[in-house]
């Protein structure tokens, strides 16, 4: 066969212990693991949900991750239109988990970057993009179709506290705070125009445990911004806190009747005041309405300017008319006012209004008699405003009461410039009542004192000579004068300029 | 008329050490000849060749799927997280404009591993029926799939690097995927397949058995 020497013979070795069969251990062990990946993947994938959206801004199919309390809990897989193309419909995926979240009122919405004026929300999105938030109901009706929400909600479900509407005339941010003791205790929630247009209802969250002081005699108001109020009482600035300068706010408080101190039911309605003052006044349930005609200028005197009686505020004005008689050619002011006797009332402490069954009308009538006038005074010097001051006048003149006028007419007495008036007719009378005839040995007694009166003018001519014209104490003298005219015209100027634009107390002037 | 081979004329050759072996008078009772130079069993064909392969490559058909199908890389940013599979990070180069890389790792690591699982599939197939014809053309086929197996290792190496690059602390991070493994055992499989598979059975139909 071959030349050469034949290869060496092979050697018997042991026979090896590995069994053939124990290769297929491997794609058995493959098999388990991958059905085992598979299973992992299969479980992993939870439900499928749509949610309507207005717009997808910011939304990115297969990247917007759904959060729940910033949880990662699913992520959009598709983005489409409904089919009139009215919103933007987006699929998406949730882990398993999920499953049971899915019920009628689950909340959907986009969180992005906002800016509002009181907070700025979702800055993370600035960098990893929006995604859509949502908040577990606690509905039992499962539900996979939603609507989004176009913005967050303000309270996420599950936050203890309790609900409760305020109505009022003017809306209040969504969002904005609620203050208990200058403690923020809740947020608005929603602020919606009534369906008549005439009111608006502000929904209100407050927060356990501060929901319990809530009861149903609680006031609330508005702590909205710089309160800058000028009446009689002069200038008064309000503040509630730095955020309700920007956003405005509410804040509440218990009401001054200690009766009933029940908690408010969830939903409770309540009326939301224009400021604590207006919230915390008693509640006036009767109020006679009269009239006070004025023939004198009504300037400085404004709709809702105080009644008063000797200082007590008893009503308000209501309106404010003119009158024009043409048999007379003259014109007349009628005041509408607006009494509410309970304010008496509550402060008397002896005695009784109601002794004597009698009409309104009678008792006006009576008080009438006995000098009652309404009088157009000045509240305070530095604004101007005037109010109306009823007081016992019982040497006014008498006048003829007028039983078919409706609403009753309180007269009035001149006041102001018009006072110098009452009080030169009342010397006037005086002077006539005087016994002239019986004077004549006085004269000489009137000579003496008038001798005297020329001694005592030429003292004060002396002394006031001594004040040159060219004296350092007369230049003095002039320079405060008109330092002080000077001071009085800025202040005139500044409180015409708040009462005009209050807001420039924020802004300064423009 | 037959041509002579190593087998009918009773030589063996030793895989390891090249030496050429008799085993001719070995008694038929031992059947365990062994090399004279390095005692290395030797044997006219591999063991169990093609039930070996066969395992072998079944295994990594499994594994191919959840390779593909789960994600490869988990990158953790503040931009957000990302799960990648070998197919959307393709996906992404490409629609970021990268389509030479998206069209590499797209034959790199897909289409290569899935090649070789089908070839060598086909291979086994032919010579469990013993086919007769183009057997050049399976020959080459096999020497191809033993060259390139190794190239498909690149998609876990560039995987393990940027996992340990990338780890800006609390700022992003790759981590590898449930992927990785399944792909790597899939490379790993497929190669000791490939080795499993005795190339001499593509000829044996026409040289030993005619």
Same mark, same amino acid.
């Given at each position: 066969?071959?030349?050469?020497?034949?290869?060496?013979?092979?050697?018997?070795?042991?026979?090896?212990?590995?069994?053939?069969?124990?290769?297929?251990?491997?794609?058995?062990?493959?098999?388990?693991?991958?059905?085992?990946?598979?299973?992992?993947?299969?479980?992993?994938?939870?439900?499928?949900?749509?949610?309507?959206?207005?717009?997808?801004?910011?939304?990115?199919?297969?990247?917007?991750?759904?959060?729940?309390?910033?949880?990662?809990?699913?992520?959009?897989?598709?983005?489409?239109?409904?089919?009139?193309?009215?919103?933007?419909?987006?699929?998406?995926?949730?882990?398993?988990?999920?499953?049971?979240?899915?019920?009628?009122?689950?909340?959907?919405?986009?969180?992005?970057?906002?800016?509002?004026?009181?907070?700025?929300?979702?800055?993370?999105?600035?960098?990893?993009?929006?995604?859509?938030?949502?908040?577990?109901?606690?509905?039992?009706?499962?539900?996979?179709?939603?609507?989004?929400?176009?913005?967050?909600?303000?309270?996420?479900?599950?936050?203890?506290?309790?609900?409760?509407?305020?109505?009022?005339?003017?809306?209040?941010?969504? !969002?904005? =705070?609620?203050? %208990?003791?200058?403690?923020?205790? &809740?947020? @608005? $929630?929603?602020?919606? *125009? +009534?369906? /008549?247009?005439?009111?608006?209802?502000?929904?209100?969250?407050?927060?356990?445990?501060?929901?319990?002081?809530?009861?149903?005699?609680?006031?609330?108001?508005?702590?909205?911004?710089?309160?800058?109020?000028?009446?009689?009482?002069?200038?008064?600035?309000?503040?509630?806190?730095?955020?309700?300068?920007?956003?405005?706010?509410?804040?509440?408080?218990?009401?001054?009747?200690?009766?009933?101190?029940?908690?408010?039911?969830?939903?409770?309605?309540?009326?939301?005041?224009?400021?604590?003052?207006?919230?915390?006044?008693?509640?006036?349930?009767?109020?006679?309405?009269?009239?006070?005609?004025?023939?004198?200028?009504?300037?400085?005197?404004?709709? !809702?300017? =105080?009644?008063? %009686?000797?200082?007590?505020?008893? &009503?308000? @004005? $209501?309106?404010?008319? *003119? +009158?024009? /008689?043409?048999?007379?050619?003259?014109?007349?002011?009628?005041?509408?006012?607006?009494?509410?006797?309970?304010?008496?009332?509550?402060?008397?402490?002896?005695?009784?209004?109601?002794?004597?069954?009698?009409?309104?009308?009678?008792?006006?009538?009576?008080?009438?008699?006995?000098?009652?006038?309404?009088?157009?005074?000045?509240?305070?010097?530095?604004?101007?405003?005037?109010?109306?001051?009823?007081?016992?006048?019982?040497?006014?003149?008498?006048?003829?009461?007028?039983?078919?006028?409706?609403?009753?007419?309180?007269?009035?007495?001149?006041?102001?410039?018009?006072?110098?008036?009452?009080?030169?007719?009342?010397?006037?009378?005086?002077?006539?009542?005087? =016994?002239?005839?019986?004077?004549?040995?006085?004269? &000489?007694? @009137?000579?003496?004192?008038?001798?005297?009166? /020329?001694?005592?003018?030429?003292?004060?001519?002396?002394?006031?000579?001594?004040?040159?014209?060219?004296?350092?104490?007369?230049?003095?003298?002039?320079?405060?004068?008109?330092?002080?005219?000077?001071?009085?015209?800025?202040?005139?100027?500044?409180?015409?300029?708040?009462?005009?634009?209050?807001?420039?107390?924020?802004?300064?002037?423009? | 008329?037959?041509?002579?081979?190593?087998?009918?004329?009773?030589?063996?050759?030793?895989?390891?050490?090249?030496?050429?072996?008799?085993?001719?008078?070995?008694?038929?009772?031992?059947?365990?000849?062994?090399?004279?130079?390095?005692?290395?069993?030797?044997?006219?064909?591999?063991?169990?060749?093609?039930?070996?392969?066969?395992?072998?490559?079944?295994?990594?058909?499994?594994?191919?799927?959840?390779?593909?199908?789960?994600?490869?890389?988990?990158?953790?940013?503040?931009?957000?997280?990302?799960?990648?599979?070998?197919?959307?990070?393709?996906?992404?180069?490409?629609?970021?404009?990268?389509?030479?890389?998206?069209?590499?790792?797209?034959?790199?690591?897909?289409?290569?591993?899935?090649?070789?699982?089908?070839?060598?599939?086909?291979?086994?197939?032919?010579?469990?029926?013993?086919?007769?014809?183009?057997?050049?053309?399976?020959?080459?086929?096999?020497?191809?799939?033993?060259?390139?197996?190794?190239?498909?290792?690149?998609?876990?190496?560039?995987?393990?690097?940027?996992?340990?690059?990338?780890?800006?602390?609390?700022?992003?991070?790759?981590?590898?995927?449930?992927?990785?493994?399944?792909?790597?055992?899939?490379?790993?499989?497929?190669?000791?397949?490939?080795?499993?598979?005795?190339?001499?059975?593509?000829?044996?139909?026409?040289?030993?058995?005619?």
């Amino acid at each position: 066969m071959s030349d050469g020497p034949d290869p060496p013979e092979a050697v018997v070795v042991p026979r090896s212990r590995f069994l053939p069969e124990l290769i297929w251990a491997i794609p058995v062990v493959a098999a388990l693991i991958g059905g085992w990946l598979a299973v992992r993947a299969i479980r992993s994938h939870g439900p499928t949900i749509t949610i309507s959206f207005r717009d997808a801004a910011g939304l990115v199919a297969g990247k917007t991750k759904l959060r729940y309390r910033d949880v990662e809990v699913g992520e959009v897989r598709d983005i489409g239109f409904s089919p009139d193309r009215a919103t933007v419909v987006i699929t998406a995926e949730l882990v398993r988990e999920a499953g049971p979240w899915l019920v009628e009122d689950t909340r959907f919405w986009a969180v992005r970057a906002r800016v509002a004026a009181g907070e700025v929300t979702g800055l993370e999105t600035l960098l990893s993009g929006a995604y859509i938030g949502l908040d577990v109901g606690s509905s039992r009706r499962a539900r996979r179709e939603f609507i989004g929400l176009e913005e967050a909600p303000i309270v996420s479900g599950g936050t203890p506290g309790r609900a409760f509407v305020a109505r009022g005339a003017r809306a209040i941010g969504v !969002g904005s =705070p609620i203050f %208990f003791h200058r403690m923020q205790v &809740g947020q @608005v $929630t929603t602020s919606e *125009l +009534d369906a /008549d247009g005439r009111q608006v209802s502000i929904g209100l969250f407050v927060r356990a445990p501060f929901d319990r002081y809530v009861t149903t005699s609680t006031r609330f108001w508005e702590a909205g911004g710089v309160r800058a109020t000028l009446d009689t009482a002069g200038v008064k600035i309000e503040v509630e806190s730095l955020v309700t300068l920007l956003v405005g706010g509410i804040s509440f408080e218990p009401g001054p009747d200690t009766g009933d101190v029940s908690p408010a039911p969830t939903g409770h309605r309540f009326v939301l005041f224009r400021s604590r003052d207006e919230a915390m006044k008693q509640p006036d349930t009767e109020a006679e309405n009269y009239t006070v005609v004025f023939r004198q200028t009504v300037r400085g005197l404004a709709i !809702g300017a =105080p009644v008063e %009686f000797r200082g007590i505020a008893l &009503g308000e @004005v $209501t309106g404010i008319g *003119l +009158d024009y /008689d043409p048999a007379t050619l003259d014109f007349a002011t009628p005041v509408e006012v607006r009494i509410y006797p309970g304010r008496l009332r509550a402060r008397l402490r002896h005695g009784s209004l109601d002794d004597q069954p009698e009409s309104a009308q009678a008792r006006l009538r009576r008080l009438v008699d006995r000098g009652l006038r309404a009088q157009l005074r000045s509240g305070s010097l530095l604004t101007g405003q005037k109010f109306v001051a009823l007081d016992f006048f019982p040497n006014a003149p008498r006048v003829k009461f007028d039983p078919v006028r409706r609403p009753d007419e309180i007269p009035a007495l001149p006041t102001g410039g018009d006072d110098l008036q009452t009080s030169l007719a009342a010397v006037a009378r005086k002077v006539e009542r005087l =016994p002239l005839d019986d004077v004549g040995p006085l004269i &000489g007694d @009137v000579r003496q004192v008038m001798a005297k009166a /020329d001694r005592a003018l030429s003292d004060a001519d002396r002394v006031v000579s001594q004040f040159s014209p060219t004296s350092p104490q007369r230049a003095d003298f002039d320079e405060a004068l008109q330092q002080i005219a000077r001071a009085a015209r800025s202040v005139s100027g500044l409180a015409d300029t708040l009462e005009r634009h209050p807001e420039s107390l924020i802004r300064g002037r423009r | 008329m037959r041509p002579p081979t190593a087998a009918r004329a009773g030589l063996l050759l030793c895989p390891a050490c090249g030496m050429l072996n008799r085993c001719g008078r070995t008694p038929p009772v031992l059947r365990r000849p062994g090399c004279a130079h390095c005692g290395l069993h030797l044997r006219a064909r591999k063991p169990h060749s093609q039930s070996r392969a066969l395992a072998l490559l079944l295994a990594a058909a499994i594994l191919y799927a959840p390779a593909n199908l789960l994600p490869i890389l988990e990158t953790s940013s503040p931009f957000g997280s990302q799960r990648d599979t070998i197919l959307s990070g393709a996906k992404f180069l490409w629609n970021g404009g990268a389509w030479p890389l998206a069209v590499v790792i797209l034959i790199a690591s897909i289409l290569i591993p899935l090649g070789k699982l089908l070839t060598l599939g086909a291979l086994l197939y032919s010579v469990h029926r013993r086919w007769r014809g183009a057997c050049l053309t399976r020959a080459r086929l096999y020497r191809m799939l033993e060259r390139i197996g190794r190239w498909s290792m690149t998609d876990i190496f560039v995987a393990a690097i940027l996992t340990k690059l990338v780890q800006l602390r609390g700022l992003a991070r790759i981590t590898v995927g449930p992927a990785a493994i399944a792909f790597g055992a899939v490379v790993v499989l497929t190669m000791m397949a490939t080795r499993a598979f005795d190339p001499r059975f593509i000829w044996d139909p026409e040289t030993v058995e005619a």
